[in-house]
T-cell receptor
């Protein structure tokens, strides 16, 4: 099972900031939070990841709470092309020394004109 | 240049047939994966290879056999196809195990339809 919970869907007006929340209350101290998105009929695309500090790149910003139990992905100026399913991921230990990435249901973001 | 390329993009075949999907990455990554996305849109990992060595096999039926001839290629062969195998199959790669520190790069997917 995925170790994260996200809202099923969200709407955002074009040009406005899209704030996508994620809860990961069982995250371990050294595990990163990753965000991907999947635009219809395409493969998932890596967006950003972080450990405990806020991160920003050309695609988005990631805000992680101080207790690391939740995070928010921010798309500062959403466009219609940002309509996609957004996945928040924390890797799961396999028990044999490895990890695996489990994709949950994600948040379906609709950007509206 | 496409970073992770899969062929074919679409595959329609009859039950009982054997088919292969090919994947190649030109990123110099050392780990490659196969994921399956079913009709409910959940992405599930199937296999992971690191430097041509199998790392993860997620209780996939043994009708599915991955093969990694070198670090840049990971092919998926499926025997005796069943209706339930219909899905989109994604190949991915990463530098480092389990996505490394920079995440996965995914291909555009192969839509398999078994009739």
């Amino acid at each position: 099972d995925a170790k994260t919970t996200q809202p099923t869907s969200m709407d955002c007006a074009e040009g406005r900031a899209a704030n996508l929340p994620c809860n990961h209350s069982t995250i371990s101290g050294n595990e990163y939070v990753y965000w991907y998105r999947q635009i219809h009929s395409q493969g998932p695309q890596y967006i950003i990841h972080g450990l405990k500090n806020n991160e920003t790149n050309e695609m988005a910003s990631l805000i992680i709470t101080e207790d690391r139990k939740s995070s928010t992905l921010i798309l500062p100026h959403a466009t219609l092309r940002d309509t996609a399913v957004y996945y928040c991921i924390v890797r799961v230990a396999t028990g044999t020394g490895g990890f695996k990435t489990i994709f949950g249901a994600g948040t379906r973001l609709f950007v509206k004109a | 240049d496409t970073a992770v390329s899969q062929t074919p993009k679409y595959l329609v075949t009859q039950m009982g047939n054997d088919k292969s999907i090919k994947c190649e990455q030109n990123l110099g990554h050392d780990t490659m994966y196969w994921y399956k996305q079913d009709s409910k849109k959940f992405l599930k990992i199937m296999f992971s290879y690191n430097n041509k060595e199998l790392i993860i096999n997620e209780t996939v039926p043994n009708r599915f056999s991955p093969k990694s001839p070198d670090k840049a290629h990971l092919n998926l062969h499926i025997n005796s196809l069943e209706l339930g195998d219909s899905a989109v199959y994604f190949c991915a790669s990463s530098q480092g195990l389990w996505g490394g520190n920079y995440g996965y790069t995914f291909g555009s997917g192969t839509r398999l339809t078994v009739v």
